[in-house]
């Protein structure tokens, strides 16, 4: 036995120091095959003796466990976040404040701001124990396992010790095209930029897949112990020793304008980096120096990030193509001569609506300039109208549905043309494929191609035509096979059983957004409370305007809309709010386990909206007053109850009573949503 274990320690010795070469150093020591022929080594040996594998073997990053969920980690050190200058003259403010409190001559280092997800990974004795999100700063989520299986994280440093180290845990630019041409082939929404993809990739409750997306790290700061290293460089430095990837690309600077030259240094290589940057973080390099600077309540001030500005670029229109959209908008997208944009090739830019083309006059044959907004879509900026020749053609847009060839309506006030023809195919096609999407029913496998393809064969009109489909017939569709039929069909079963507000969702009420959905569910619990509602009703709940109360109550008047609602419900999905599951979701919440008495009229719900809430939220009602009363919700004209309440307030100070008005109970139900929505 002695002889394994000396066997399997060699061998890990020897990943280690491999892995070491290869993701820290760049400097590989042995080739790929030779890697694997190890690894499958002390997998195989592993295998035979399970009782020696330890959770910082490199065998440990394949994934395959599937988690639950994810914990919560509380940070003992709070994960900061920096303020932001956005220009020359923020930079020389900022170095203006730092002079005055340090008085005297100050060094900087300048880093590549990588776009990725903080990351906080703690290692005692040297072997990685947990790993989190930023979450809110305070709390994040443990995603240990999932950072498990990043290659290029140390499962064991090279040294022993007890250490906080935080960095960006990101997706490389050519594993994030990788993956969304996979999904496309799929059908499956795709990433809209690494970061995004990264976000996704960590949060996977499937290791497995995670592991797939071959995710990278970078540590940018040694948050504990203390007193290893004075300065941000020599931690930068110290952190590589341990074996950490540190980007490389760091420089010490001794004034504005050699930070500077580094944000040029850093805007020119942007392009051609293998993973996505958003600016430049400069730090004050001596710890010294940088607590004496502290903090203020958001961000430290030894620390400022440099955003850059969107990158643009010029190209030409070459035509405009319409598409209508599951409320019937009709949206112009003007397609360009390909252009390479801010890490891809870009190829369509919208264009929003018939006023925006006016306004920035966009004629067909046009040089313009493009940038993606929000660092994601494509848009034109403006046209380099000094180019034109004469021979540029101006739009406009047409007056029927390019789809059903139904006449386009422009209500009053509003920007969007809309097909208003309810049976539009166009319409029909974007509706199916919202219902089955990640948001609303998430059906794996149900993607816009398959969609269309079922469309096209005849089998699917309408939302319910789903939970109709046979096996048999998606095997008649092209490109579904005999495995991704039963899948499908399985897929599509399981989905009967998700909660309501993702049903509601998913039928794609005009204005009803996710969160709107959730409000709507957990408010009136059951879909025919929820169809019972009045406009005043729905506009007397936060987040409900009168827009969104006036398209609720057209929907549901809708003699086809509720027709389709019968046969969903025939099919099986659910149209009620899960009262034991929401109330597992909130155990803590600040009704969880409270006794409560509702007492008086209140403005907002009726009493037993009131109740209902509450219970939902896991208090318990009560009608009379006592010592085990935990709050007393009062309202207008409250009379005995309230007295009651107060007098045993008066007499027992000790009592954790307590007597809310209106107000206060709507910022506890408030309160409560957050903590709902953050689990979520
Ligand atoms: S230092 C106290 N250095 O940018 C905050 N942050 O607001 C310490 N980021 O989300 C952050 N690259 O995850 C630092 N070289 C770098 C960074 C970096 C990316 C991210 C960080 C945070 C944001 C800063």
């Known amino acids: 036995m002695k002889e394994i274990q000396k066997q399997i320690d060699d061998l890990r010795e020897k990943l280690r120091e491999c892995d070491y070469h290869y993701h820290v150093l760049d400097r590989p020591l042995i080739s ?4 694997d022929r190890l690894l499958h080594e002390l997998v195989a040996l592993e295998e035979q003796y399970p009782q020696l594998i330890t959770p910082d073997s490199p065998t440990q990053r ?40 340090a008085g005297d001559h100050v060094q900087y280092v300048c880093e590549l701001k990588i776009d990725g997800l903080a990351t906080s990974l703690l290692y005692e004795g040297g072997v990685f124990i947990r790993g989190a999100t930023r ?17 290029v994280l140390p499962l064991r440093l090279r040294e022993v010790q007890d250490i906080m180290v935080r960095g960006e845990s990101y997706l490389p630019r050519a594993e994030f095209a990788r993956i969304n041409a996979e999904r496309a082939q799929k059908g499956e929404p795709l990433f809209a930029n690494p970061r995004n993809a990264a976000a996704g990739s960590l949060r996977q409750l ?13 540590a940018y700061a040694l948050v504990q112990p203390e007193g290893i290293a004075t300065t941000q460089t020599q931690a930068l430095a110290q952190m590589e020793q341990w074996g950490f990837p540190v980007n490389p690309h760091y420089r010490k600077c001794a004034s504005i304008s050699e930070i500077i030259e580094y944000i040029r240094f850093a805007e020119s290589v942007r392009k051609t980096l293998p993973y996505d940057i958003d600016g430049v973080v400069i730090k004050v390099d001596s710890f010294a120096l940088q607590t004496k600077l502290g903090m203020t309540a958001k961000s430290p001030r030894f620390a400022i990030s ?3 500005t969107a990158e643009q670029v010029e190209s030409r229109v070459r035509g405009i193509e319409l ?37 920035k006059d966009v004629r067909i044959g046009d040089l313009v300039v493009v940038q993606k907004a ?17 021979t540029e053609a101006p739009y406009s847009m047409p007056t029927v549905c390019p789809v059903c060839q139904m006449p386009l309506v422009r209500a009053e006030g509003k920007v969007a043309l809309r097909c208003v023809n309810p049976k539009c195919p166009a319409k029909q096609l974007e509706a199916l494929i919202h219902f089955a999407s990640r948001g609303a029913m998430n059906i794996d496998g149900l993607g816009e191609m398959i969609i269309e393809s079922l469309v096209k064969a005849g089998l699917v009109q309408d939302v319910a035509d789903f939970y109709a489909l046979s096996k048999e017939q998606l095997l008649q569709v092209d490109r579904i096979g005999e495995k991704s039929a039963m899948n499908l069909v399985q897929a599509i079963d399981a989905s009967r059983r998700q909660p309501f507000e993702r049903l509601l969702f998913g039928l794609g009420i005009r204005l009803v957004g996710e969160k709107a959905a959730q409000t709507l569910a957990r408010h009136f619990l059951t879909l025919d409370r929820l169809m019972k509602a009045s406009g005043e009703e729905l506009e007397g709940i936060s987040d409900i305007g009168p827009k969104m109360a006036e398209s609720i109550l057209t929907y549901f008047r809708d003699e086809q809309k509720r027709a389709l609602l019968d046969r969903l419900q025939d099919y099986g999905l659910r149209f009620d709010t899960d009262l034991v599951a929401s109330r597992a979701l909130i155990g803590d919440g600040p009704f969880a386990g409270k006794t409560v008495v509702v007492t008086g009229t209140l403005a907002e719900f009726s009493r037993q909206q009131a109740q209902a809430m509450i219970e939902e939220r896991g208090g318990k009602i009560a009608n009379t007053v006592s010592r085990k009363t935990s709050y007393v919700v009062a309202g207008e004209s409250a009379g005995s109850k309230l007295a009651k309440a107060e007098e045993l307030i008066r007499a027992n100070p000790e009592l954790p009573l307590k007597i809310l008005n209106e107000r206060d109970f709507i910022a506890l139900l408030d309160l409560q949503q957050e903590v709902i929505s953050d689990r979520e």
């Open 374 to 390: 929000g660092d994601i879509i494509p848009e034109i900026i403006r046209v380099v109208k000094v180019e034109r020749t004469g």
């Open 32 to 35: 790929d095959v030779e890697y």
């Open 135 to 151: 979450g809110d700063g305070v709390t994040g989520e443990d995603i240990t396992q999932n950072l498990r299986t990043i290659r």
């Open 62 to 101: 394949i994934g395959g466990e599937a988690v639950e969920g994810f914990g919560k980690v509380t940070h003992q050190i709070p994960m900061l976040s920096l303020s932001n200058a956005f220009s020359e003259a923020d930079l020389y403010e900022f170095d203006a404040r730092v002079q005055q409190i």
């Open 306 to 308: 440099y955003k850059f």
């Open 206 to 218: 499937n290791t497995a897949v995670t592991a797939q997306r071959k995710l990278a790290f970078f």
């Open 323 to 359: 598409s209508v959209g599951r409320t019937g908008a009709v949206t112009p997208t003007a397609v360009i001569e390909p252009v390479f944009l801010a890490g891809t090739t870009v190829s369509r830019a919208t264009l929003h609506n018939e006023d925006f083309i006016q306004e």
